[in-house]
């Protein structure tokens, strides 16, 4: 059964840190990518980071670089999302998924964890 699970969400304040989990369970962790989503309510779904299976090469859109960093642990079959000087328009569900490819596009990802809320306060 495969599964991911998000963990450590909460309420930070402006400029704060999170970090965030995903333990995964299932399947050949060290054979894929991981990704991690945010959805803010009446927003698409974006990814904030991703991070290879093979070399650890990461993506960060613009919005995430030189504040969040995706890591992982194959030995642990868990991944990472470090979340730093964080920003009111953070405030989402952050989700963690398996994929293939590196790459920003959601529909490429084949398993998806439930999400954890992040809510940044002013």
């Known amino acids: 059964d495969v599964q991911l699970q998000a963990s450590g969400g909460g309420l930070v304040q402006t400029g704060g840190s999170l970090r965030l989990s995903c333990a995964t369970s299932?399947?050949?962790?060290?054979?894929?990518?991981i990704g991690w989503f945010r959805q803010a309510p009446g927003k698409e779904r974006e990814e904030v980071a991703c991070?290879?299976?093979?070399?650890?090469?990461?993506y960060y859109p613009a919005s995430a670089k030189g504040r969040f960093t995706i890591s992982r642990d194959d030995a642990k079959n868990t991944a990472w999302l470090q979340m730093n000087n964080l920003k009111p328009e953070d405030t989402a569900v952050y989700y963690c998924a398996a994929g293939r490819y590196l790459t920003a596009t959601r529909g490429l990802y084949d398993a998806w964890g439930q999400g954890t809320q992040v809510t940044v306060s002013s």
């Open positions: 299932g399947f050949a962790f060290d054979d894929y990518a």
């Open positions: 991070i290879a299976s093979s070399d650890a090469k990461t």
